[in-house]
Every structure is written in C-alpha cells, then in structure tokens.
C-alpha cells in the first residue's frame, strides 16, 4: 500500500460510514506508519516504528472523528485538540486514491506539480485556491491579488499579467505558503491567517487575528482540506474497513 507524507470541490454525495473498530484501525495504522513510507515533507511526521507502536486508543478514536461528517464544524479548534489523528490524517495515504482525487480538481496536475516543487501537501494547496479563487485563474481582488492563490505581484515579484497564468500563479503561491508554514514554525493554522491578514497582523495579535474575515477564510481552508483528506480516505485500500 504506497503512501506519501506531506508538510503539510465538494463531494457530490457523502455518505454516512459506520465507525471503524478500533483493533482493525490500529493495525492498519502501524502498516501506514512505517519508517519505509516515502516522504515529501510534513507539517510533523510519525518518522519510527516505536512511535508507531505507541499509538493508543486516544489516536484510534481521533482518527475516527476526522471521518466523521462532523470534523469539518469548528476545525481549528478540533486540529489543535486533536493534533496527532489530524497529523496521521494528512500524512498518509494509499497514492492511487490521492491521485484519483486530485484529478476530480481542476488544475489538478498543476497543484501537483507545484506542491511537490515546494514541499507542500497539493491537497492543501488545492484547498486554497478553491477558496481563494474558486479555481478561476483571472480572478482579481479589489487589493489587487490576482489568479488562482490570490498572490500580489509585489509579494511574488511579478506582474499581473504572469500571475494569470495558472502554472506560475501556483508556484509563487506554494512558494509564499511554504515561506509562511516556516516562518510560523509550521502551524497551519497561523500560516494560513498569514496568507489571508499578512504576517504582520499574525505577529501582533500573537495569533489568529481577530478579524471575521480572516477567521472565516481559515476555517473554510481547513474545512475544505479536511474534507479532501477524509474522502481520500474512503477511497483508498482502507475503504473496505471504512464502510
């Protein structure tokens, strides 16, 4: 079963799956965990078989919630209380499924490419173009920020024009994300509040900032990615012991 750990649309129809036992997902855990998993970065990686074999029934039930329809309500908040599951959520998967998903996106190759080129899961940079473009490529905000992430020609250093096409957009936006997901120590959830209010504004309200419009943008962010994720999931060799 290939997997692929990362630094970190809707469904058409999701159904509702029964929870998985706890024994079956355990032991299917510790295959996925293995040192021998191929890697491209992550936001904080389960890296030894010993810290496989430590994975205890607050994981397993923390795994279960996040394939649940109710993981995508409040997410920030279920990340940070439930840090670990949500680190085995993202981290691994069968690759095929992952693929299939990210060919349901549009741009799917190209989000690909550019995640990998800059150490970045492509399901969360998929997750943010959705919201910040809803995938059009000549989107234009009134700051300014143009295409599928949203960058401003002053902070990826190139002109509009180039920002419109979508390959060169989603490098300099990966590009700008990874910078904030290393400036930020790897939270997630501070990189993304940066890529929406600046990092500036993160600094000085030493957190989220309180902006509705910043918080909203990264629930929406982590609700899309979660949803990715989790149907990635039910689609993969685990799909059997998931229904």
């Known amino acids: 079963m290939p997997t692929e750990r990362?630094?970190?649309?809707?469904?058409?129809?999701?159904?509702?799956?029964?929870?998985?036992?706890?024994?079956?997902?355990?032991?299917?855990?510790?295959?996925?965990?293995?040192?021998?998993?191929?890697s491209v970065g992550g936001l904080g990686e389960v890296r030894?078989?010993?810290?496989?074999?430590?994975?205890?029934?607050?994981?397993?039930?923390?795994l279960n919630s996040w394939l649940e329809e109710e993981a995508v309500v409040d997410v920030p908040r279920r990340m940070r209380?439930?840090?670990?599951?949500?680190?085995?959520?993202?981290?691994y998967h069968d690759h095929e499924a992952r693929v299939g998903r990210l060919a349901q996106i549009p741009f799917g190759s190209e989000i690909i490419e550019a995640a990998q080129r800059h150490g970045l899961d492509p399901?969360?940079?998929?997750?943010?173009?959705?919201v910040e473009s809803s995938f059009r490529p000549a989107a234009l905000s009134h700051r300014g920020a143009v295409?599928?992430?949203?960058?401003?020609?002053?902070?990826a250093r190139a002109t509009a024009d180039a920002l419109r096409d979508p390959q060169i957009n989603l490098d300099r936006g990966a590009a700008y994300l990874r910078h904030l997901l290393e400036r930020f120590g790897?939270?997630?959830?501070?990189?993304?509040?940066?890529?929406?209010?600046?990092?500036?504004?993160?600094?000085?309200?030493?957190?989220?900032p309180p902006y509705r419009e910043t918080r909203n943008y990264v629930h929406k962010v982590l609700r899309r990615y979660v949803e990715h994720h989790r149907d990635v999931w039910h689609t993969s060799e685990m799909a059997p012991f998931l229904s």
């Not at 998985?20 to 355990?26: E, G, R």
């Not at 939270?187 to 989220?208: I, K, S, W």
């Open 6 to 38: 990362f630094l970190l649309l809707p469904t058409s129809a999701r159904r509702r799956r029964s929870r998985l036992p706890a024994a079956t997902l355990l032991f299917f855990l510790i295959l996925l965990l293995t040192p021998n998993a191929s």
């Open 48 to 62: 030894t078989a010993a810290e496989a074999s430590d994975l205890d029934s607050e994981l397993v039930e923390g």
């Open 81 to 91: 209380e439930r840090a670990r599951s949500f680190e085995v959520l993202v981290s």
């Open 123 to 130: 399901l969360l940079v998929a997750a943010v173009v959705e």
């Open 147 to 155: 295409g599928l992430m949203q960058v401003l020609p002053s902070t």
């Open 186 to 208: 790897g939270d997630l959830e501070l990189a993304l509040a940066a890529y929406n209010a600046g990092p500036t504004a993160v600094r000085r309200h030493a957190g989220v």
